[in-house]
């Protein structure tokens, strides 16, 4: 075995294009190999942050007259939905809102989820963490 390794020593001195070439298209597969893997792994292969992910659903209204067969539920029907529900151990909601980001630069626009606490997540809320660390919001 020393003694291949010597050897493939030897030929990749002797010819240092080409050893470039194998080392660059090696570093470039291990790298798309990674960023494909981080990829998989953060939205197929780990679970989702809730104590029993496989009981989670989604409920929608329909609207079938102005051709609307997913739409989203109003604030006075999720209520009503959370007050009389007795097929599910808990309701939550959430919805998609532009939120502005101001600092020390420019201010940046961007769409997020407001959820309301009933989805039970298990981490904290960015306003939970800054009280915990004694941060006082402006």
């Known amino acids: 075995m ?5 050897e493939a020593i030897r030929s990749f001195a002797g010819q240092p294009a080409f050893s470039l ?6 570093a470039l597969a291990i790298g798309i190999n990674s960023a494909i893997f981080s990829l998989v792994n ?4 780990r679970p989702l942050d809730y104590a029993d ?6 409920l ?9 067969p997913q739409s989203e539920t109003s604030g006075a029907t999720y209520l009503d939905w959370r007050a009389r529900t007795r097929a599910f151990s808990s309701i939550g909601a959430f919805r998609y809102k532009g939120f502005t980001l101001t600092g020390t630069g420019e ?4 769409v997020g989820r407001a959820a309301g606490r009933d989805l039970g997540y298990a981490g904290q809320t960015g306003a939970e963490a800054r009280a915990e660390a004694g941060e006082v919001n402006p």
């Not at 929608?60 to 609307?68: M, P």
């Open 53 to 58: 992910p496989d009981r989670l659903v989604v």
């Open 42 to 45: 953060g939205v197929l292969l």
């Open 107 to 110: 201010a940046e626009q961007f």
């Open 60 to 68: 929608w209204e329909s609207n079938q007259a102005a051709g609307q």
């Open 2 to 6: 020393r003694t291949d390794i010597r």
């Open 21 to 26: 070439v194998i080392v660059l298209t090696l």
